[in-house]
């Protein structure tokens, strides 16, 4: 199939036509962001905050109609070119979790609800729906003294579920998922695999935004770590006085701020933007099986190359799609960083 017949973009639930596509989703980052260009006979179709959906078509797939999103956005940006010879304009999106984010208020949660319950209420206002998952059980932990003035409520909401061994990203539909992070393998075959057709690697160690010694206070208590891969005396310290922590949690960020900011990431580049179709075929019933390359996957990597044989964690994927190709960008890491 070409690229046209697997990817579909909808704008308020009607079709349009595209030039290329981009999907970016990331354990850093709550919202998906998407970048549509499409053909200037689109231009009065597509307006800011209208409704932008990424679908992938196949028909193995049995669930969806045999089109299963991969995304749903809000625009926030519709730009024409005007260079003339292109005849193209870009819409830019990101998801419905955006208007807390952007949003400034205050409120105050009472009555000590779990964490679930706290995200619950502060999405609902703005027509969010936010799950645990798995669905079937809710693992957080009781909230005390959780209010904001004048500002989003989200940085508060991140660090609260850090602190409880928590994440919280966008899903597909748009909504919010509240998850433990690199919990499990995967069954549906995900992995990467150096040498395999089509997969292309590459080794990244960043230390731009890495430090010797980084230290966390919080409710008088205070949790020290240094990181011996960083040779050189830089220092980062973090201050979180409106929250309520002990002395466990205390110690939990300030080791998974040391993991996250080493920065050594492996990026692989696949074909296609998650199962092949004899893999997918393979999975008889797609329903409730994942079949996209998703972000807090964990999966067996192997990259003799780099002496890397084992799990890692997708921290970011990139789906990318024009009129010759479909790939996906794949960063993964080591999931100690956000356990």
Request: hydrophobic share 35%.
């Amino acid at each position: 199939m070409s690229s046209k017949d697997k990817i579909a973009v909808t704008c308020n639930g009607r079709k349009v036509s595209w030039t290329s596509v981009l999907v970016r989703k990331s354990l850093d980052e709550i919202c998906h962001y998407v970048e549509v260009t499409l053909p200037l006979f689109e231009r009065d179709n597509i307006h800011k905050h209208d409704t932008i959906q990424v679908r992938y078509k196949n028909p193995l797939l049995t669930d969806h109609g045999g089109e299963r999103p991969v995304t749903t956005v809000l625009v926030d940006e519709v730009g024409d070119d005007t260079d003339s010879q292109s005849a193209a304009f870009t819409v830019i999106g990101r998801s419905a979790a955006r208007d807390i984010i952007d949003s400034t208020w205050s409120g105050i949660i009472a009555g000590n609800p779990d964490l679930l319950t706290v995200v619950k209420q502060i999405a609902g206002e703005f027509g969010i729906e936010a799950l645990h998952m798995p669905t079937n059980e809710n693992g957080t932990q009781n909230v005390y003294s959780f209010s904001w003035e004048n500002e989003s409520p989200w940085a508060k909401l991140l660090t609260e579920a850090d602190a409880q061994g928590y994440i919280l990203t966008s899903n597909q539909l748009g909504n919010l998922y509240l998850w433990k992070p690199a919990t499990g393998i995967r069954k549906e075959g995900f992995k990467i695999v150096e040498g395999e057709s089509g997969t292309k690697i590459r080794r990244v160690e960043n230390g731009a935004e890495q430090f010797h010694e980084y230290t966390v206070n919080c409710c008088g208590l205070t949790a020290t770590v240094t990181d011996p891969t960083c040779r050189n005396k830089r220092k980062f310290t973090l201050n979180l006085s409106d929250f309520v922590m002990d002395q466990e949690k205390v110690n939990r960020r300030a080791k998974t701020e040391m993991l996250r900011r080493r920065e050594n990431r492996i990026m692989a580049t696949v074909p296609e933007w998650g199962l092949s179709d004899a893999q997918i075929k393979a999975l008889g019933s797609t329903f409730q099986k994942e079949i996209f390359w998703e972000v807090n996957f964990l999966i067996p990597v192997k990259i003799p190359s780099a002496g890397v044989s084992g799990k890692m964690l997708v921290s970011q994927v990139e789906y990318k799609a024009n009129a010759k190709s479909v790939s996906c960008d794949i960063t993964l890491v080591n999931p100690e960083g956000y356990r």
